[in-house]
Every structure is written in structure tokens, then in C-alpha cells.
């Protein structure tokens, strides 16, 4: 049974031309693709203008562009340059945006068809993750800025530290009560220090224990705990591929990551008072990009997508891009050290991390890795 989509595709193309070789090809292009009538309704999608836009095959058969995007979005005026031209165009850095859908820095290639008057082809090109590898490895060269000082904080800061501590324990057992708070005082902001060292600790050069990962088991294992604790009061979704391969990398490690962020989302819908607090965990394959292992000369396919959503506030425009920098951080008692040690693991990982945020709406994606075939191969034998 051919879909609507493909029939609308046969019309413009027409019956004489390979039917099946075209639509075959358009749909194993890695980048989506869209063919629009004379009238913006959607006469073919591959797969992956599927993904893009995030709605089914089926549904866009019934729907025009501007039920997606607003008429006043600028990409209503490179189609009509298009067909006014009868001319390829392409424009650089647009954005998408509408209730259904959130892309930025968009690339598109509008082509007209000069078989089907009206008929224009787009070619949708995202650079987001582009972007995210850049700025993952500018957060990873703060990351080892904060690797240096921590080195340097343990050998300078953490022994004198015990010395006082214990200096300040010896007097409190000799002085008077008046006294005696002050001996408690400096015990314990010396406590805080040293936890406040150990915390940058861990952003030491350490090799990782990899193995075969089920993030089901790892996300279901942050839900129990947030559930029992800190976001006892709001809702969680779980929205989850269940064949999904196993994700390559270390347990512990990806638990920490995928805590803190669902710790970050929990704050940020508490914070605002909200009583319809929701946070919606999502897994889901997308054909990556090759990312470059630190240290080990490897190279790994990270085409498997966890998302932490939230309903939240968001996040303020002044820090969204430098949120996983060292130090930075919204939270009046925060010390801006998770986001970059979350940062800082999945890149270790090989991995990318990118944010999208507006009021109403935060994601926070993680692109992971699979196992090596070579490595799976092995083992399997």
C-alpha cells in the first residue's frame, strides 16, 4: 500500500519517471528532505525529515507548511523566491520555531521542480551538532583548567586543612562555650572547603571502565531515586526505544550524569512553584556523527539520544551558553561544578551533550556511543 505522501511524490514526479529509484534515493539521503506543492502541502518526507520534524509520514500527508511554522518565518520567503526565480537558493542560520517544533541554525536548500509548476524541494541541513562538538570541546579545555587547579588546591589547600580541623577539634575540648561555637564554626567551614576540593577532584585525567550499558536500567534507576527524594512531587514520563543496543561506557559514571541533570530539571520546576511539575525521559536512535575518544585515538559512532526534558522556567538566555562551563551556574547556593562535570564525563565518553531551553520547555540531549563492532564482534565469539 503506497502512503499519501508517496502518491502526492508519484504526481509531481510523474509516471513515467523511475519511481522507485527516486523515492529510493531521497530516502537513504542522511539529511531530511522535503517536496512541497504549489500550495506548501507536503507531497514527499524521507525518513529523515521524519525525524527532523518530528511528526509522522502520516500526519504531514494532511497538513501545509504554516501549520508548522508561523507565514511570517523567513522561510516562506526563500520558497517564493524560489518559484518567483525558478532558481536554487539556499539560506544560512534560520530558525524554526512554533508550538510544534524548535530547530535553530538551519540550513536550507530550496530547488524548484521544473516538471511540477509551483513544486519546490528543500533540503533541510542542521548544524546543531556541529555547534554542540565545538562548544563540548571548548567546555572540555575548562574542564582541564579545572583538572590543574584541583591538583593544585589538593597538595596546597586539602593538608593544611586537616590541620586546622584538627587544631580546632584540640581547642574545643579546652575552652568555654562562648569559645567553643567559634572551634565549631572553623571545623566546619573547614569541612565544607575540603568537600568543596574533593568535588573538583573529580575532574581528574582517570581512564574509564567501559562495557555494554543499558540506559533503560540507568535511567529507571535515577527515576526510583528522584522519586523517593528530591522529586517526590512531580511526574515522570518515560518514553523509551526498546531496541535501543546497549550504550558504551561506564555504569556509575553515566548514572551521575543522567542524576544530575534530573536533579537540575526536578530544581528548576520546584523552583518555579509549579503544582503540574514534569520531567520526561526519552531514548531514541539518530545516525550521529563520529566523535574522537580523548587520549585513546579511537573514533566512535554516538547515534543514541537520551533526553531530559522538563516543563520549567527555563534557562536565562545570559548563561545558556556557557551553562557547562566551570563556575557558572543560576543557583544562588550552587558552586556551577555539576553541569561541567556532566560536561566533561560524556566527553571522556566520546560523546556530545547540547541544550535547548524557552520557557515552558528545557531538553538536555546526550549523543552516546554504541560498542565498537570490533569489540562487540569479540566478544560475541
Known amino acids: 500500500m503506497i502512503n499519501p505522501i508517496a502518491r502526492g511524490a508519484r504526481a509531481v514526479f510523474g509516471r513515467e519517471a523511475k519511481r522507485p529509484d ?17 500550495e506548501n502541502r507536503f507531497r514527499f518526507v524521507n525518513p529523515g525529515a521524519e525525524q527532523f ?15 508548522l511554522v508561523p507565514p511570517d518565518n523567513p522561510i516562506f520567503l526563500l ?10 537558493i539556499a539560506d544560512y542560520d534560520l530558525t524554526l520555531e512554533s508550538p510544534r517544533l524548535h530547530k535553530e541554525g538551519i540550513t536550507i536548500q530550496a530547488t524548484p521542480l521544473p516538471e511540477e509548476p509551483g513544486a519546490v524541494l528543500l533540503v533541510f541541513q542542521d548544524a546543531s551538532a556541529a555547534r554542540a562538538l565545538d562548544r563540548q570541546l571548548a567546555f572540555q579545555g575548562a574542564a582541564r583548567s579545572v583538572t590543574g587547579m584541583a591538583g593544585i588546591l589538593a597538595h596546597e589547600v586539602k593538608n593544611p586543612l586537616s590541620g586546622i580541623r584538627g587544631a580546632a577539634q584540640l581547642l574545643e575540648a579546652s575552652v568555654g562555650d562562648a569559645d567553643r561555637e567559634l572551634t565549631v564554626l572553623i571545623r566546619d567551614e573547614a569541612d565544607r572547603i575540603r568537600a568543596l576540593v574533593e568535588r573538583m577532584d573529580a575532574f581528574g585525567e582517570k581512564p574509564i571502565e567501559r562495557g555494554g550499558v543499558n540506559i533503560h536500567q540507568v535511567l529507571d534507576h535515577v527515576r526510583k531515586l528522584a522519586q523517593s527524594g528530591f522529586a517526590a512531587r512531580l511526574r515522570f514520563h518515560e518514553l523509551y526505544d526498546p531496541s535501543l543496543p546497549p550504550v558504551w561506557g561506564n555504569r556509575d559514571q ?7 541533570l534530573v536533579k537540575n530539571a526536578a530544581e528548576a520546576v520546584v523552583g518555579a512553584g509549579s503544582n503540574a511539575g514534569e520531567i520526561t525521559l ?15 585515538g579511537q573514533r566512535l559512532h554516538v547515534p543514541l539520544v ?29 558552586s556551577g561544578l555539576g553541569l561541567a562535570l ?9 560523546g556530545l551533550i547540547e541544550v535547548e531551553s524557552r520557557p515552558g520547555r528545557t531538553e538536555f540531549r546526550l549523543h552516546l556511543p554504541m560498542r565498537p563492532e570490533h569489540l562487540a564482534g569479540a566478544e560475541s565469539e
Open 342 to 350: 556532566v560536561a566533561k564525563i560524556v566527553g571522556d565518553h566520546g
Open 79 to 88: 520558497i517564493d523566491q524560489v518559484r518567483g526565480a525558478d532558481v536554487t
Open 306 to 334: 537520551v533526553t531530559v526534558r522538563d516543563n520549567g522556567p527555563g534557562i536565562p538566555e545570559d548563561i545558556r551558553r556557557h551553562l557547562f562551563e566551570p563556575f557558572v551556574t543560576s543557583k544562588p547556593s550552587g
Open 22 to 38: 527516486t523515492a529510493a534515493l531521497l530516502a537513504a539521503l542522511p539529511v531530511p528532505v522535503v517536496l512541497l506543492d504549489a
Open 254 to 260: 553515566l548514572v551521575q550524569v543522567v542524576l544530575n
Open 53 to 67: 520534524l518530528g511528526i509522522s509520514v502520516g500526519q504531514l500527508a494532511h497538513l501545509r507548511l504554516s501549520d
Open 282 to 296: 526519552v531514548t531514541g536512535f539518530q545516525h550521529g556523527v563520529w566523535v574522537a575518544v580523548p587520549g585513546s
